[in-house]
């Protein structure tokens, strides 16, 4: 479902990324595990098509991500791909059930099925009871519940995490793990996870470890 093949990425001369190859299959839950600065948050935003690696081939179910013309890319990226970041990334003007509907207006999604399906994610993610609160009256383990609905209101079938328990503690951590393999089971999302947490990522299908750049194992 996706291929990682040979992905370089440079920053004037500082080499990032030196010749990344993996894959992911169908519904399956992986970890890139690496220290700060190991690549690991680059390569996640390659494979999201937020960046442009300097070498390499992207493919998600055939399609080279890196050819697309930018239109092309941003209908791709947002018809299939769903990111949950460990800061929330959640507007503090809005309210939770707001923030969620939002990549589906984005989309210019009707505004009632955007909202009825809004409803269904956070009763699905025990979280409609904070519908109508901001984000600065939720904790952290509420707002990453609400930024894992608003990442799946476009029915994407790849989610991507960058750090997502990083400000969580140890049981909110696990909650958001088991939250994961719950959507995986329900929705039959694939999941990819960027952590420094080695106890987190071998909770998943799958681990990948990155050190400088390349992967080890």
Same mark, same amino acid.
């Given at each position: 479902?996706?291929?990682?093949?040979?992905?370089?990425?440079?920053?004037?001369? @500082?080499?990032?990324?030196?010749? /990344?190859? #993996?894959?992911?299959?169908?519904?399956?839950?992986?970890?890139?595990?690496?220290?700060?600065?190991? *690549?690991?948050?680059?390569?996640? $935003?390659?494979?999201?098509?937020?960046?442009?690696?300097?070498?390499? =081939? /992207?493919?998600?179910?055939?399609?080279?991500?890196?050819? #697309?013309?930018?239109?092309? #890319?941003?209908?791709?990226?947002? &018809?299939?791909?769903?990111?949950? !970041?460990?800061?929330?990334?959640?507007?503090?003007?809005?309210?939770?059930? &707001? +923030? %969620?509907?939002?990549?589906?207006?984005?989309?210019?999604?009707?505004?009632?099925? %955007?909202? +009825? =399906?809004?409803?269904?994610?956070?009763?699905?993610? +025990?979280?409609?009871?904070?519908?109508?609160?901001?984000? +600065?009256?939720?904790? *952290?383990? &509420?707002? $990453?519940?609400?930024?894992?609905?608003?990442?799946?209101?476009?029915?994407?079938?790849?989610?991507?995490?960058?750090?997502?328990?990083?400000?969580?503690?140890?049981?909110?951590?696990?909650?958001?793990?088991?939250?994961?393999?719950?959507? =995986?089971?329900?929705?039959? $999302?694939? !999941?990819?996870?960027?952590?420094?947490?080695? &106890?987190?990522?071998? @909770?998943?299908? =799958?681990? !990948?470890?990155?050190?400088?750049?390349?992967?080890?194992?």
């Amino acid at each position: 479902m996706i291929i990682v093949e040979d992905i370089y990425k440079s920053y004037d001369k @500082l080499k990032i990324l030196k010749g /990344i190859s #993996l894959d992911v299959k169908k519904s399956e839950i992986v970890s890139i595990l690496g220290a700060s600065g190991a *690549g690991k948050t680059t390569l996640l $935003q390659i494979i999201g098509t937020l960046l442009k690696p300097d070498k390499g =081939r /992207i493919l998600i179910y055939n399609v080279n991500t890196v050819e #697309l013309p930018e239109k092309e #890319l941003a209908r791709f990226r947002n &018809e299939h791909i769903g990111f949950v !970041f460990q800061f929330h990334h959640l507007l503090p003007e809005f309210t939770a059930l &707001e +923030n %969620v509907c939002i990549p589906g207006l984005i989309a210019k999604k009707n505004k009632t099925d %955007v909202q +009825n =399906r809004a409803f269904e994610l956070l009763e699905a993610l +025990n979280i409609i009871d904070r519908k109508d609160h901001k984000p +600065n009256e939720l904790s *952290g383990g &509420e707002k $990453q519940r609400i930024a894992i609905a608003r990442a799946l209101i476009n029915n994407p079938s790849i989610i991507l995490a960058d750090e997502p328990s990083g400000n969580l503690d140890s049981k909110n951590a696990k909650d958001l793990y088991k939250i994961i393999f719950d959507l =995986r089971k329900d929705f039959e $999302q694939t !999941f990819i996870i960027v952590t420094h947490n080695e &106890e987190h990522a071998k @909770l998943t299908d =799958r681990l !990948f470890t990155i050190k400088d750049g390349v992967i080890e194992s």
